[in-house]
């Protein structure tokens, strides 16, 4: 444009500006957006989650004196976009800021859809009274649903004393305890572990029913000036947020919501500034810049220190990581004019006005650190729960369905069963005790299943083929151990200094399951014994990280490591990822792929026969004749699903000392068989990635207009779209069918028949923005990470297995934009009972973390294989997966010479969960089952504490059966072969030698031999339970209410 560009130290400088909507040079980007925002009431506009969070955390990092809050846009799927619950969350964000001012970050979603204003209000304290009733019906005339678990906003369930709920006001949901009417506790818990968290004093409990719908743009106070980061992309992020929400209401009904220009026209009578990355657009500019990425080269960091020093620039370094923030040995030692913070800080600047400077991690190690967001997910117990009317094996009878839960009553007292209706709808009643034989059967044959009759012949038969197939299995399974366990290698020495360094350079918070999963390969590689452990992550789960702290640990104890891969595109990738994250670390790597010249691949090959190549990344070339290693020590198989079982089998007799670590995001049914039964050691990540979407997935007969408005949408806000073939012969036919649809988008092709250094061309045109529409076999169904690309299609989808479809579509909503996947078949296609099975699991499991779920479905669907031999799938078991695998573990226990059999334990009163305690059944029916498969003291401590802390002070029947539960799983690991409860005694008999001091320690116990006879009923229980626990430990017994 023309005219002098006016350079400002700040935007307060541009009055003029800012009533005409006037456009700012936003050259630093990244954290200089949270410094350069004004005090007072701003909106602050960015296109989408990511920035908006990220934006949100820099200001609170840089002014955690100043009040900020984040507008969330309601997730877009069927089951969120009318939610009540939400729409309130958002209302509440609204009065926070209107009562507090500050700055409010926001999406144009967040602004289009009409949030709730909360009306009615209920203060609760703690120590004062309120009727429970009253307070029930207060919650049923709010809005809010009842629910056997509290997980979601908008939930309550009250049982005995405890009462939760989620108040859609806050971000954890609250719990109640009650001493008669008076509330004696109050704490918030989390909802994917339902335990208690932070104690608190008094709450407002908020109505949802009472609310009134008013649009965000509406409540703006007054004198609220508004910036607008990056105005193109908010735009395209607007009219596709609109487009999702209008076809998203053919489905579900809820109310329109404006257009963005209806929305804009309001907005835009705001005090406004527009920042862009376009210089040619801006009439003025901020006189900030960006730093340079170091990427781990500190004595470039040191230099800039000081040079920034020099000119008198007051320097604060914001980091995560604690080896930078060493103020007495870390890399910023000796340069005290540096201020050292904790904090998070997405990327470093440079004001040059005020002479402030500003380090961060994505400086030092060449990424940001992860803002924090608060997640919540379904409980475990949730997802696993036993419903009623549920098809159900029963180990001893078969197939049938659950009924729920009846009392009966035997020798004087009432006592719980599971109903089980058989065929003829006979039904039988289970004991409680027995529950732990009751196991679910895959959703997918409920269809077909035949009911058992408890007069037929059929299930033994059945029970008894399994067995012999149970028994055969676990005979090759044993030669396989014994194999393995004859190997040896030298235990890896600890990784020292330089191995805590490369964790701490991780620039984002570890989740909890990557800790354990690191915590568990570092205990393999220090035992004597090679690992050979399975880790299945889903996509973007951290799982390569996982795989890197593996590989450098290997490196630094002096061992080479060979990462195998199943496609050149992926390979070129892991090489790129490990070179960057092990930037300023002496680890060198290599690549071995068919996009790697002769001469670049023979020098390769050399450095690793010589030893001097610490990493080799390659694809089957790995396994042809020339590639050697000096010193291999750890082999990591990326999609291992991808290789055959040969493939995997000749690695491991190759390389029979060598450790061995497998990642999978969908595991083939026969790995995830051999991982379940113990084959292999097995470790999993379930925890998702911060504001990563579900994908939304259609399957369906092929539709032409739905698949043209799908690749219209994409396009328009600016997206790319992958078009999956099957048939090479088919691509240019859909070739010509787009390019018809789209004459101005840049198509082109890409399959394993092109000339390599085409498909290499073509695949990185795709990866650079330059290709629209990429039309492609399965090929890319591994390894590209295309942030743009977030519409796939697949064409002739009933030819794919599931693992395949999973992967598919794990290209698409890899960033935090939704990402679309429709996986088609022929119109008039009539399709097998398995293929309707596949298609209906991948539009169905289509939560974060679901690709173990579809391992599993897809194992249940085509069956483990065997699991000694090299065939990988088809195995049939019309028992389910579950008894079959029962039945092989206690066939492999036999055959190493364990213990099978559990403690005999006989009472007169058999312990229960009364209904008083706990009403929801379903609730009750899963903890049965949670303590009847308890293992180990500490576990029952656990469950214990938890049972306490949900529910309130444990009655004597919940008592009485933790402890005849502990008796019976764990009572043989202390010598106990058996118990008889009585009322008027207990009578223990076994190899008492640890217990009978402890017993008699109780003095209401006398030992003699192998016999103990202590009193009788609970007492005598709990007696035993207490010996059994460790001594001197807080958690020797089951954990007692606050109250006394």
């Known amino acids: 444009m023309s005219g002098v560009r006016v350079t400002v130290g700040n935007l307060e400088e541009l009055g003029a500006l800012w009533q005409g909507g006037g456009s700012v040079h936003d050259r630093a980007g990244g954290a200089a957006r949270a410094w350069i925002c004004p005090e007072g009431p701003i909106l602050a506009l960015l296109p989408d989650a990511r920035q908006a969070t990220e934006l949100l955390s820099d200001h609170r990092t840089l002014f955690p004196d100043r009040s900020a809050h984040l507008l969330n846009a309601p997730p877009l799927t069927i089951q969120t976009i009318g939610s009540r619950p939400l729409a309130l969350q958002r209302g509440e964000t609204m009065q926070q800021w209107l009562r507090e001012g500050g700055l409010l970050v926001a999406t144009p979603g967040a602004l289009m859809p009409p949030c709730l204003l909360g009306e009615g209000e209920l203060p609760i304290k703690k120590g004062e009274s309120y009727a429970r009733d009253r307070l029930l019906d207060w919650l049923d005339r709010s809005g809010y649903q009842r629910s056997d678990l509290v997980w979601s906003p908008g939930h309550y369930v009250a049982r005995g004393f405890i009462l939760d709920v989620f108040d859609p006001a806050y971000a954890l949901p609250l719990r109640f305890e009650f001493f008669d009417e008076a509330v004696e506790r109050i704490c918030s818990f989390h909802p994917s572990t339902q335990k208690s968290a932070a104690e608190l004093d008094s709450i407002e409990l908020h109505s949802v029913a009472g609310a009134t719908p008013s649009s965000p743009a509406n409540l703006l106070p007054q004198g609220t000036r508004l910036l607008l980061f990056d105005p193109q992309k908010i735009e395209g992020q607007a009219l596709s947020f609109h487009w999702l929400w209008e076809e998203l209401r053919q489905e579900i009904r809820v109310d329109p919501i404006p257009h963005w220009d209806e929305l804009f026209a309001l907005l835009a009578r705001l005090p406004r500034l527009r920042l862009t990355r376009n210089l040619e657009l801006t009439e003025a500019q901020l006189d900030i810049d960006s730093l340079p990425p170091f990427r781990g080269d500190f004595l470039n960091v040191l230099r800039l220190c000081h040079s920034l020093h020099e000119q008198d620039y007051t320097i604060t370094l914001f980091s995560t990581n604690p080896r930078f923030l060493d103020r007495e040995s870390g890399p910023f030692s000796a340069l005290p004019f540096v201020e050292l913070c904790s904090g998070r800080l997405s990327s470093g600047f440079a004001d040059r006005a005020r002479r402030r400077a500003f380090l961060s991690d994505r400086e030092l190690s060449g990424v940001s650190a992860a803002s924090f967001s608060m997640e919540w997910h379904a409980p475990q117990e949730w997802r696993e729960r036993l419903a009623s009317g549920q098809l159900v094996v029963h180990e001893d009878y078969g197939v049938g369905i659950f009924r729920g839960i009846e009392e009966i009553a035997t020798g004087g007292e009432t006592l719980d069963a599971l109903t089980i209706e058989f065929a003829e709808q006979k039904r039988l009643l289970i004991p409680v005790m027995q529950s732990h034989k009751l196991t679910p059967l895959a ?83 220090s035992g004597p014994f090679p690992m050979d452990r399975l880790l299945v992550g889903d996509v973007g789960f951290g799982k390569t990280e996982v795989a890197l702290r593996a590989a450098f640990r290997s490196v630094v104890a002096g061992r080479q490591v060979c990462v195998l891969v199943p496609t050149t595109i992926l390979a070129q990738q892991h090489y790129a990822t490990f070179q960057s994250r092990l930037s300023g670390f002496p680890v060198s790597v290599g690549l071995l792929s068919r996009f790697v010249s002769r001469t670049e691949a023979r020098r390769t090959k050399e450095r690793a026969a010589d030893g001097t190549l610490d990493i080799l990344i390659g694809t089957h070339k790995l396994l042809q004749k020339g590639v050697e290693f000096r010193n291999l020590g750890l082999l990591v198989v990326d999609e291992e699903h991808r290789f055959g079982v040969m493939h995997k089998e000749n690695l491991k007799n190759t390389h029979k000392a060598v450790d061995i670590l497998s990642l999978s995001a969908t595991p083939i049914p026969r790995t995830l068989a051999m991982a379940l039964r113990g084959l292999r050691n097995f470790s999993l990540l379930e925890t998702p990635p911060v504001n990563r979407l579900p994908v939304t997935t259609f399957a369906g007969p092929w539709r032409a207009s739905l698949a043209r408005k799908a690749v219209t949408h994409e396009l328009t806000r600016g997206g790319q779209v992958y078009f999956v073939v099957n048939r090479i012969a088919r691509m240019e036919d859909q070739q010509r069918m787009l390019a018809a649809f789209f004459p101005d988008a840049r198509i082109a092709l890409a399959h394993g028949q092109m000339p390599e250094r085409e498909l290499e061309k073509t695949m990185l045109d795709f990866y650079s923005g330059n290709v629209d529409i990429l039309i492609c076999t399965t090929i890319i169904e591994s390894g590209l990470d295309v942030g743009r690309a977030n519409t796939i299609i697949v064409d002739d989808s009933q030819e794919l297995g599931l693992a395949q479809m999973y992967q598919l579509r794990g290209r698409v909503g890899r960033r935090e934009e939704n990402g679309f996947a429709y996986f088609f078949y022929p119109e008039k296609e009539e399709l097998r009972r398995e293929t309707a099975d596949r298609l209906e699991a991948i539009s169905t499991l289509t939560d974060l973390g679901s690709g173990y779920a579809i391992a599993r479905r897809d194992l249940d669907i085509r069956g483990g294989g065997e699991i000694g031999g090299s065939r990988q799938h088809g195995v049939s078991r019309g028992a389910g997966f579950h008894s079959f695998y029962r039945m092989l573990e206690q066939e492999l226990t036999r055959l190493r010479g364990g213990s099978i059999a559990k403690v005999e334990v006989s009472f007169d009163r058999a312990g229960s969960i009364p209904e008083f305690y706990i009403p929801q059944e379903g609730v009750r029916v899963t903890l049965y089952r949670r303590l009847l498969q308890a293992i180990g003291m500490d576990e029952f401590a656990a469950l214990a504490n938890e049972i306490t802390d949900r529910f309130g002070p444990l009655p004597d029947p919940v008592k009485l059966l933790i402890a005849q539960s502990a008796l019976r799983n764990c009572g043989a690991a202390y010598g106990l072969r058996s118990v008889s409860i009585t009322r008027s005694e207990t009578r223990a008999s076994g190899d008492l030698k640890e217990l009978g001091p402890r017993l008699k320690a109780l003095r209401t116990w006398t030992v003699l031999g192998d016999q103990a006879l202590g009193p009788g009923g609970l007492a005598g229980v709990r007696g035993l339970y207490e010996a059994m626990s460790e001594p001197d430990e807080d958690e020797a017994n089951p954990p007692q209410s606050q109250r006394t």
């Open 443 to 525: 959703e997918h044959e409920s269809d077909e299943t035949v009911l058992d009759s408890l007069k037929s012949t059929r299930w033994r038969k059945s029970q008894e083929r399994d067995r012999k197939r149970a028994e055969e299995e676990a005979r090759l399974l044993v030669e396989i151990f014994a194999r393995r366990e004859l190997e040896r290698r030298d235990p890896l020495p600890e990784g020292g200094e330089l191995y805590a360094a490369f964790e701490e350079a991780f620039p984002h918070t570890e989740t909890a399951d990557q800790l354990k999963a690191v915590r568990e390969i570092m205990e393999d590689l």
